[in-house]
């Protein structure tokens, strides 16, 4: 036990020197534009930081204002780019006192600021560092459990006196502009620009007017649009940028330059301005330090968002590098390691152990099969076997030449472990086994979030596929289809939806919505309202009314939510359609001939914002080829054209569809669609129907007399439809028995409903009771009533009831001979 204390010890004391020495080499290079930011990066190695960065007074001297970081985006931990030197942040107080400020997750979630980050599960640091021009600050966090230990905090100290942040962007504009730098007015696009920038691209100080865009001429066109998002102040925030790209030559290939630059608030008044410097990209050293490799790991893990995007980001960073032979990546899951990632990826490459559970792309093993691993995880620290080591088969063989074993931590617990192997002997120095540490504990933090991430999205996902129709009705004389395509924007699920819903007497209802936002939360509404629509338009309502009744229902569930909605009720016999808009886009149609049309339907307000909304309807005559094609927004609107434009795009695209064949219509109305929405696509042609019903109505008046003449019509009805006088008996015992029971059961109005079609007639009667006919399980030789539904079901091939406008429908199928 005393020879594990004695090494940690020894391993912080060494932690110490190592950076008290890597900050002294950097004093060397004291006038260097990157000196900062390699100071910065010290921490990520020495002091196990997530994220650095430094602070400095504005020009008006009321904001402490972000000029440099490295590490994860600020973002993740709510980090904003000023804070009030008035304020309480711990920035504010950390430069009023002259002290460090030590925070943990509890004293987090006690601050105001707490309440802007998205987890509270990280320590903070912010110490003074006085610099070249005194007062700023440095700013540090650690994902790791326990935050910053005590050697932590002595490197975070010895990084925060060796800060030297460059001078505010006044020296510059005071003719004190560096022959590498360069100053941008963001308002005017005036660029001031040392000797040697204009050297690189090519001008002489006479020959330069002084516009950036006289420089960004001089670029190779490919580079503009990553330059263009540096240049434009709507694209950049406060903090650190840095890319490179190429300039025209007279002779021969494009030269490359480096540009790193940042964004410097203007204060009150002024405009912000980009400063910077501009270098050739071939003649800066070759050589990539661990520092750097730690740096680049970390960038590529903050845009890693699944599980198999980080242990690609690990492999990436580490096996070249290391000049490793394998390297594996593998999440613990209970007592078994889930390989993620093998590099090579062919089985041979890999012990026999692993490739006898290699059950599906990458193997797995339970933890047992390897004590050695087993004792790694629990210690929870990288260890290094040398070649010849004594190992179990199934980790000797993996690196016979050297094995390291980094455990990924992350939040309390193993995250996973990550595996490198060298076939020939290899040496481990201290550089090597600090990029190892440092790496494993980015890693695991990283893999957690993307365990979190995968779940999620997979939940979330598993919803919406839920909540929409597994597969669309077939249509008497009409063909529709529909596709859904979910944003491809990180985690966010969206909230469009689309519904096909028979209805009676040969009509269909069109819906396609979309719900705002993107969560769980918007796809849990969405089911609600599709449910709720659906429910409403089989009730039998016009379609303003089932629209009124989901805008009221949206009212009541006061959700912070609104929704827009498209419904057509389309009659498949007539080929005329009503159209009803809460917010949403109008359908688009395209004739037989070829033409197409955005359909003028007026709109009301979408669901959920007002309770007393209009809902007006709009009639649509379809004529038999016409083809109906409902969108949301994700299909038509992008950051680079509004929705006017990209419906008529649609409908220019929709014009040179052949419709005969939908499925492949909707497919190529998808080609080259922006994902970063939501799309929901439906469409149907209608064909018209090539045999239309026969249909009669009656109302059935309460006096005496009222089933008699109930009959008389039926009869009468018959008898102009053909139907032999045989066949007539059954319908009017039906008829007889269902409008006895309504005028006896219920009050109000009823209706008989006579539809003939494919030699089949429908009795229906309506009435305004929503009390469904109970068929009597057993009936006594004395019993007066309750044999009328028996009736009814033996002469039916089928029966059934409907809820229709507040009451129901009772109706009855009779088949007919030929």
Not at 226 to 253: C, K, N, W, Y
Not at 399 to 404: E, K, S
Not at 429 to 434: I, Q, S
Not at 784 to 796: D, F, K, N
Request: net charge negative; proline share 7%; glycine share 10%.
């Amino acid at each position: 036990m005393a020879d594990v204390v004695k090494e940690g010890t020894a391993e912080r004391r060494t932690r110490s020197l190592r950076a008290e020495r890597a900050l002294k080499a950097l004093t060397v290079d004291q006038d260097s534009p990157e000196r900062l930011r390699r100071v910065l990066e010290q921490a990520l190695v020495f002091a196990g930081a997530a994220f650095v960065a430094v602070y400095t007074p504005s020009e008006d001297g009321e904001l402490l204002c972000l000029v440099e970081s490295v590490g994860v985006p600020r973002t993740l931990y709510g980090l904003r780019d000023g804070y009030a030197l008035a304020g309480r942040s711990p920035l504010a107080d950390a430069r009023r006192t002259g002290r460090a400020v030590w925070l943990g997750p509890e004293q987090l979630a006690h601050r105001a600021e707490s309440r802007r980050t998205p987890s509270g599960d990280f320590s903070l640091a912010v110490l003074p560092a006085e610099g070249d021009e005194g007062g700023g600050c440095l700013l540090a966090v650690s994902e790791r459990p326990g935050g910053f230990d005590a050697e932590d905090r002595g490197c975070l100290e010895l990084i925060a006196g060796a800060v030297a942040y460059p001078a505010p962007p006044a020296a510059a504009e005071a003719g004190e502009l560096p022959v590498n730098a360069f100053s941008l007015a963001m308002d005017t696009g005036r660029v001031e620009v040392g000797d040697d920038i204009l050297r690189l691209f090519g001008l002489g100080p006479q020959a330069f007017d002084g516009k950036v865009e006289t420089l960004l001429g001089l670029t190779v066109p490919e580079d503009l649009p990553s330059l263009m998002s540096v240049v434009e102040a709507d694209h950049m925030s406060i903090g650190e940028r840095e890319l490179e790209f190429r300039v025209l030559q007279p002779t021969g290939p494009p030269k490359w330059l480096r540009l790193r630059g940042r964004l410097v608030p203007g204060g009150e008044g002024n405009p912000a301005r980009l400063v910077g410097t501009v270098a050739d990209a071939s003649t800066l050293r070759a050589e990539v330090t661990d520092v750097a490799r730690v740096q680049r790991l970390a960038a590529a893990l903050a845009t890693a968002g699944t599980v198999r995007d980080v242990s690609h980001a690990v492999v990436t960073a580490l096996r070249k590098p290391l000049r490793a032979d394998r390297i594996a990546l593998a999440e613990l899951e209970h007592d078994r390691l889930v390989v993620t990632v093998l590099d090579p990826p062919e089985p041979e490459s890999w012990p026999a152990l692993w490739r006898l559970e290699w059950r599906t792309e990458w193997p797995d093993a339970p933890v047992r099969a390897m004590p050695t691993l087993a004792a790694a995880l629990r210690e929870g620290r990288a260890r290094i076997w040398p070649a010849g080591s004594p190992l179990e088969p199934a980790l000797a063989e993996v690196g016979p030449g050297g094995l390291a074993v980094l455990p990924l931590p992350a939040g309390g617990r193993m995250a996973g472990a990550c595996l490198i192997g060298w076939d020939t002997p290899h040496e481990f120095g201290p550089d090597e086994r600090a990029l190892l540490t440092a790496s494993a504990g980015l890693a695991g933090q990283a893999l957690m979030r993307a365990h979190a991430f995968d779940a999620e999205h997979e939940l979330v996902g598993m919803l919406q596929r839920q909540l929409l129709p597994r597969r669309l009705p077939r249509l008497p004389g009409a063909v529709a289809v529909a596709r859904y395509l979910p944003t491809t924007a990180g985690l966010e699920v969206g909230g469009d939806w689309y519904d096909v819903i028979p209805l009676s007497d040969n009509h269909v209802a069109l819906v396609i919505g979309d719900v705002q936002g993107h969560s769980a939360a918007a796809a849990t509404l969405m089911g609600q309202m599709r449910t709720a629509l659906r429910a409403y338009a089989a009730e039998g309502h016009p379609p303003d009314v089932v629209v009124h009744h989901a805008n009221r229902l949206l009212m009541d569930l006061e959700t912070d939510l609104f929704a827009t909605c498209c419904y057509v009720d389309v009659d498949l016999e007539e080929g005329s359609a009503w159209c009803v808009r809460a917010g949403h886009l109008p359908p688009v149609l395209r004739r037989p001939d070829g033409g197409t049309e955005i359909a003028e339907a007026e709109g009301g307000p979408p669901l959920g914002v007002m309770r007393q909304a209009d809902f007006p309807m709009s009639p649509l005559r379809l004529a038999p080829g016409t083809v109906v094609a409902l969108t949301t927004d994700g299909l038509v609107e992008s950051a680079e054209d509004d929705i006017d434009i990209g419906m008529d795009r649609l409908a220019r695209e929709l014009a040179r569809a052949d419709p005969a064949h939908l499925g492949l219509v909707a497919d190529a109305l998808l080609i080259g669609a922006r994902r970063n929405d939501d799309i929901a696509l439906l469409l149907m042609r209608y064909d018209g129907m090539a045999v239309r019903p026969l249909r009669e109505s009656w109302t059935v008046w309460r006096v005496p007399q009222a089933v008699g003449h109930a009959r008389r019509f039926t009869r009468r009805t018959l008898r102009e439809w053909g139907v032999p006088p045989p066949e007539r008996d059954a319908v009017l015992l039906v008829v007889s028995e269902l409008v006895t029971n309504a005028l006896v059961h219920t009050d109000g109005r009823v209706r008989l409903d006579l539809t003939l079609v494919n030699h089949r007639l429908r009795v229906a009667v309506a009435d305004a009771s929503p009390r469904s006919p109970v068929k009597p399980t057993s009936l006594s030789w004395e019993a007066t009533g309750g044999r009328g539904i028996l009736l009814v079901e033996a002469m039916s091939v089928t029966w059934g009831t409907v809820p229709v406008s507040g009451g129901k429908q009772v109706w009855s199928e009779i088949a007919l001979s030929n």
